[in-house]
């Protein structure tokens, strides 16, 4: 925007260098940057006011002094890529700062390329790197980052919210001493390794004294151990002493078994010679019963093969018998059947006699066909109206199927339309949670209301395409997106009282316009701007409800902001030349047009669209208000069309019934007809079957007498099967008369033998008796010997002694000592074993870990006093590191509440400045709190974000800053346009502040930006005005001439 300018007029040091603070600005060259062709700014040692209006170029010069003393994009606040700040349509820009300092001035440049976003640095004329340059202005003392020394625009508001914590770093790195900081930041780690420390100290005491303990009960175990060693010796000597004992005891026992074995086996062999004489008569007899058994046998099986054939005859004979009976149930059968046959012969006459006289009867009655035929007639006019009614039927059903099936698709389409919106609530809810709940409650009560009411303006409104949502919320601010619009301002009064006022939700409500602005034509029709690529306004890239549109229209002007596409963008130069646009949007860019009303030149700003969030997911309403009407429409024809069926369900009933009833009647009239050629037919069909009955009579006489000759020949048959059985019974009974004679001889024997064997039984019970006695005694005295020998051998291994050697001496001594039973060696063993039990957990490691642990308690000992001594040590280098930071902390903090305090009490207001501490041995958590009140009535309240209003925080900001001013220690201070949100008074008073403080001898340099400034002010001589202006008619910097233009000022107000 300027060709070329020279701001202020160049300071020189000479002379005065002992006045002047190292580090302050010279002089701000600026080439090709933001608003600037070429400027040099040329500031004043002390208070710079630069004034000028919105859009001149006076936050520009604030961006120059971050950026060409090496600070980051984002303290300002505005683009994030250092080429947004060269002047648009060109490919570089430059800053250059000169710095004073007492030996020679430092001259930083740095020159700014767009292409690739880097920049080239150069200190005092020679190339450069960044981090030389951040040397150099930390070595001056200058902190752009430090929101206590550069205070930017867009930063002003975040002032009120740093933190106690971070205020306190910020004021001590502004107008602390060098070292104070670096104190702070000592003592946090002092802290922090004080506390690793004192855990260590903890942790080794710990250990130590638990250490102690366990030596200590490891100590009462070494005696345990030695006690439990005694007894565990004892009881080796017994277990040796054992088997030697348990020999003696089964050798000696073994003696014993050898003596009764002997006895019990001449005592057999008494028993054995006197039994003899009776086992060989007994032999005798058993000799005779061997052959009488054998006929026995014999006779027994011939008696069987003669009852079996008894058996055959006997059933042979009963099925004869059976014949007999088969015979004679056959001649009762004719019998019956004959006597059947008479019956029905019988009956048949006599239905011939009934059929024929009713065929008398029926040879009387009219002729019916003419009736027939009527009804046959209505029959078929009755079928043709029910064909017709059931075809009106399927087409109706088929009509209800295909009505029913289309609803169902139109609801699924109308269902997921419905899922979209809910999306969209879903993101809203995610975003502002009381804006969500604000809507429940509006659908459960929207009956309270007389006007329309609609939800958020994010849901109602339907992006026609989901690429044009980022226009509209690039457009309409957030707060709108969420708004609840309202025909009627007593209804959103309504609403706000019951939602904001009662149910504390934090919700935005709109009133739309008296009169309807949806409608309202553009500025210029579209087709003038499609040569610039433009191809619609943002009113037709949605739909929206009539009182949504209108309140969008005359709120954020949709209906007069173009978008145009990339074509626009290339054509950007001719386009911000139109006098009628105001803002547009190019594919990824919105661009807003000011028009200066001094020169008429127009500035331009930028900035780059952001993503969609929220109206991306679109809904065609028209579409979903068209499938509601459908749906709608659709269930009216069903509903018709379910009357009609009704309607044809009752009539096809009628023709129905009266089918029924015409049918019945026809069968009737037909019955009637053809009853006298039935007739006929019956009784010609009965008399042929009375012929066929009367000619297969039955010979009764005939069968008699086949009878009687199959009965005589079965009977003759009978007489040879009863002769044979007889003879066959008479050889049985011989038989068993001959076994009866040889069991009567059994019987003698064997009750003779059983007499022996009784006389016998005695003596063998006592035989078999000293039999096993002997038996068991081999098998007790074997047993004995392989135990005898088993527990030599264990009694030999457990003594540790070959087999037949001698017991040593030493061992015998000890073993001669002990018990000679077993008894009292098993109980000594049970005493021992149980007391040696009681020492359980004990081994031979137990001694062994008992030293050595005393080893390391002696140790740990040392260990633990050289790091008591260093903790000690190491906490008097904290409390003299503390007292070296605090106490001049204290006294600084004192000087600037003092400075604070006097600020708001000249304002009629009160305000103080403390060191807050939740724990002083917590260093990180020290911060600086302070605490303003602005009104009588109230109490002190600490600065905050929320707590105070905007006006109240800038004048706390800009008060606690003054506060600083006479104490810094920094080169110079920004603070940009910080008096835009106080009233006019509170201005006028921290003007007249600003004015005094940052006037003095003894302060730094100090840049106040403003763009108004009150009438009647207080000026001090030691101000320099810095005033930015910007036109066709600005004056080339070589053609100004100062004394000129104070001479033409003098003359005017003389003339007036």
């Known amino acids: 925007m300027f060709a070329g300018s020279q701001i202020g007029t160049p300071v020189s040091d000479e002379g005065s260098t002992g006045q002047l603070v190292e580090g302050f600005i010279l002089r701000i060259t600026m080439r090709n940057f933001l608003t600037y062709d070429y400027s040099e700014v040329y500031p004043g040692p002390n208070l710079n006011m630069i004034v000028g209006a919105n859009g001149t170029g006076k936050s520009s010069i604030v961006c120059a002094i971050c950026l060409g003393l090496a600070g980051k994009t984002g303290i300002l606040g505005r683009g994030d890529k250092v080429g947004h700040y060269v002047k648009r349509g060109c490919n570089k820009g430059s800053i250059e700062i000169e710095l004073f300092k007492n030996d020679a001035n430092v001259i930083i440049s740095r020159e700014i390329l767009v292409e690739n976003n880097q920049s080239v640095w150069q200190l005092n004329g020679k190339h450069s790197s960044q981090k030389a340059v951040e040397e150099a202005v930390k070595a001056l003392q200058i902190q752009v980052s430090n929101l206590c020394q550069f205070l930017p625009q867009e930063k002003v508001g975040e002032f009120a919210k740093m933190s106690k914590i971070e205020l306190l770093e910020a004021t001590e790195k502004s107008v602390g001493p060098p070292e104070m900081y670096t104190y702070h930041c000592e003592l946090k780690n002092f802290r922090t390794k004080e506390r690793e420390l004192e855990n260590a100290v903890k942790e080794k005491a710990t250990f130590l004294e638990n250490a102690k303990q366990r030596n200590e009960r490891n100590k009462l175990d070494v005696n345990r151990y030695y006690e439990k060693k005694r007894h565990l010796d004892m009881i080796e000597l017994l277990e040796k002493k054992k088997p030697w004992v348990e020999y003696e005891t089964v050798r000696k026992e073994l003696e014993g078994v050898k003596k009764e074995r002997d006895e019990a086996k001449r005592r057999l062999s008494g028993l054995k010679q006197a039994q003899e004489p009776i086992l060989k008569k007994v032999q005798t007899i058993e000799n005779q019963m061997r052959p009488i058994e054998a006929q026995m046998k ?57 059929l024929r006289a009713e065929l008398a009867n029926v040879a009387d009655l009219p002729d019916v066909m003419p009736q027939i035929e009527a009804i046959n ?38 269902r997921d339309m419905n899922n979209m919106m809910n999306a969209k609530e879903e993101k809203l809810r995610g975003r502002h949670r009381d804006t969500h709940a604000a809507i429940q409650w509006l659908r459960q009560n929207r009956n309270m209301f007389t006007g329309q009411v609609y939800e958020p303006v994010m849901l109602v409104i339907n992006v026609k395409d989901p690429r044009f949502a980022k226009y509209l919320e690039n457009h309409i601010s957030f707060n709108d997106l ?54 619609s306004y943002l009113r037709e890239l949605f739909d929206a409800p009539d009182e949504v549109m209108s309140y969008l229209c005359q709120q954020y002007k949709v209906h007069d902001v173009p978008v145009g596409t990339t074509q626009t963008k290339s054509m950007i130069k001719t386009v911000i030349e139109e006098p009628y646009l105001k803002m547009f949007y190019t594919a990824e860019e919105r661009y807003t047009m000011k028009r200066s009303v001094y020169s008429n030149k127009i500035s331009t700003s930028n900035s780059a669209l952001r993503p969609s969030q929220y109206l991306s997911i679109t809904v065609d309403t028209e579409e979903r208000s068209r499938l509601e009407q459908q749906i709608r429409a659709d269930e009216v024809r069903i509903r018709e069309v379910n009357e009609r069926l009704n309607t044809l369900q009752q009539n096809a009933a009628i023709l129905e019934r009266r089918d029924n009833e015409l049918r019945e009647e026809k069968k009737r009239l037909s019955e009637q007809k053809g009853k006298k050629r039935q007739l006929e037919q019956k009784i010609s069909t009965k008399e042929d079957s009375l012929r066929q009955m009367e000619r297969s009579g039955i010979d009764l006489s005939k069968v008699e007498g086949e009878t009687d000759a199959k009965i005589s020949a079965v009977n003759a048959q009978k007489e040879s099967i009863v002769t044979e059985l007889m003879s066959q019974m008479k050889l049985r009974a011989t038989l068993s008369m001959e076994k009866v004679h040889l069991a009567l001889e059994t019987v003698g024997l064997t009750a003779e033998k059983v007499k022996l064997e009784n006389d016998c039984r005695e003596a063998s019970t006592e035989l078999k008796a000293v039999e096993l006695v002997c038996s068991r005694l081999d098998q007790k005295k074997s047993k004995l010997t392989e135990t005898c020998k088993a527990l030599m051998r264990r009694a030999n291994q457990i003594c540790n002694m070959d087999p037949g050697a001698a017991v040593p001496a030493e061992l015998h001594a000890a073993l001669s000592k002990l018990p000679n039973t077993l008894d009292e060696i098993e109980a000594m063993l049970h005493e021992e074993r149980s007391r040696a039990e009681c020492f359980t957990g004990l081994n031979e490691n137990v001694v062994e870990e008992y ?27 904290i409390s003299t590191a503390k007292e070296r930071w605090l106490n001049p902390l204290k006294q600084l903090i004192e000087q600037i509440n003092q400075k604070f305090s006097d600020f708001f009490r000249s304002m009629q207001c009160v305000g103080e400045v403390d060191l807050y501490s939740e724990n002083e041995e917590e260093y990180e958590k020290y911060g600086i709190r302070i605490r303003v009140k602005f009104h009588s009535s109230t109490q002190l309240h600490e600065l905050t974000a929320h707590h105070q209003s905007g006006g109240e925080r800038s004048v706390s900001t800009m008060l606690y800053l003054m506060s600083l001013q006479e104490l810094n220690r920094c080169p110079f201070r920004v603070v940009d346009e910080i008096n835009q949100g106080m009233d006019p008074i509170n201005e006028r008073r921290v003007f007249d502040i600003v004015v005094r403080t940052a006037c003095k001898e003894t302060t730094s340099q100090y840049f106040f930006i403003t763009p108004k400034l009150l009438q009647n002010l207080q000026y001090a001589e030691e101000m320099t005005i810095l005033c930015v202006n910007n036109g066709d008619y600005m004056l080339s910097p070589d053609r100004w001439n100062e004394k000129a233009f104070v001479r033409r000022i003098k003359r005017r107000k003389s003339l007036a």
């Open 482 to 535: 969420r708004a609840f619009v309202f025909q009627r301002k007593d209804d959103m009064e309504k609403f706000m009282t019951e939602v904001r006022d009662k149910l504390s939700l934090k919700v935005n409500s709109i009133s739309a316009p008296a009169n309807s602005c949806s409608a309202q034509p553009p500025s210029r029709h579209i087709e003038s701007l499609r040569r610039f690529g433009f191809f």
């Open 298 to 354: 014999t006779k027994t099986a011939h008696i069987k093969e003669a009852s079996l054939k008894c058996k055959q005859k006997q059933d042979q004979l009963d099925r004869k018998n059976g014949e007999i009976e088969d015979i004679k149930q056959a001649l009762k059968l004719k019998q019956t059947e004959q006597e059947d046959q008479r019956k029905r012969i019988g009956n048949t006459k006599r239905i011939i006699d009934d």
């Open 851 to 877: 030293n050595k642990r005393e080893r390391e308690i002696k140790n740990l000992e040392n260990e633990f006093d050289n790091q008591s001594g260093a903790l000690d040590t190491y906490r008097q280098n």
């Open 377 to 414: 007639t209505e029959l078929k006019s009755n079928q043709e109206q029910r064909h017709r009614v059931e075809e009106e039927t399927g087409d109706l059903r088929r009509e209800r199927d295909n009505l029913e099936a289309e609803i169902q698709a139109l609801t699924r389409r109308l």
